[in-house]
């Protein structure tokens, strides 16, 4: 039994064909600017004085071995927030408060930028009384372990403690905190 190729099948079959002759893809350097997120020395504020172990060697929180961590993990985090964050009540008040920042290889946090999103993730901002309250409070979590050993292609961590990017996340349903991330 023959196979019969429609017309809409060999003219696509001719397009692609066409289109990848003579076409090479040309690998373009790697420039740390494009990673999303990461830090701007040109964020730094005045008389800042917060320094990290390499600059040119910060990582996202997850290339490691031993990821960074918060002592007593993500149940002290939350412990301490929800303990010590006085709610605004203000039903228009609701989406995502998203604080990054650096734990450098001593376990010091620093270089703070501040996301704010409504819960159709907008960028909008919410009340100074909400976002510098959590700001505070987030630059009082103190208890940082630092990340050790970058994980390379091959799978070998290589035990060096390294600077990295962290980040929490507060959900906000009517000016209260109702989840922290991750």
Not at 137 to 152: F, Q, S, V
Request: hydrophobic fraction near 35%.
């Amino acid at each position: 039994m023959k196979k019969i190729l429609f017309p809409s099948s060999i003219a696509l079959l001719i397009l692609l064909i066409g289109a990848s002759c003579g076409k090479t893809v040309e690998e373009q350097p790697f420039d740390s600017k494009w990673k999303v997120g990461d830090f701007d020395p040109a964020w730094k504020e005045a008389g800042d004085t917060y320094e990290v172990c390499d600059e040119a060697k910060i990582f996202q929180y997850y290339n490691f071995a031993k990821n960074t961590q918060y002592k007593g993990d993500r149940k002290a985090i939350k412990q301490y927030i929800l303990a010590n964050y006085k709610p605004i009540e203000d039903k228009s008040q609701n989406g995502y408060l998203t604080i990054r920042f650096v734990v450098n290889c001593e376990g010091e946090p620093g270089w703070y930028k501040v996301y704010e999103v409504d819960k159709d993730f907008q960028k909008t901002p919410f009340k100074t009384e909400i976002s510098e309250q959590l700001i505070r409070l987030t630059k009082d979590l103190k208890d940082w372990i630092p990340a050790k050993g970058l994980l390379r292609m091959e799978g070998k961590d290589d035990g060096v403690i390294y600077d990295s990017y962290v980040y929490l996340s507060y959900k906000i349903k009517d000016g209260q905190v109702v989840e922290i991330l991750p």
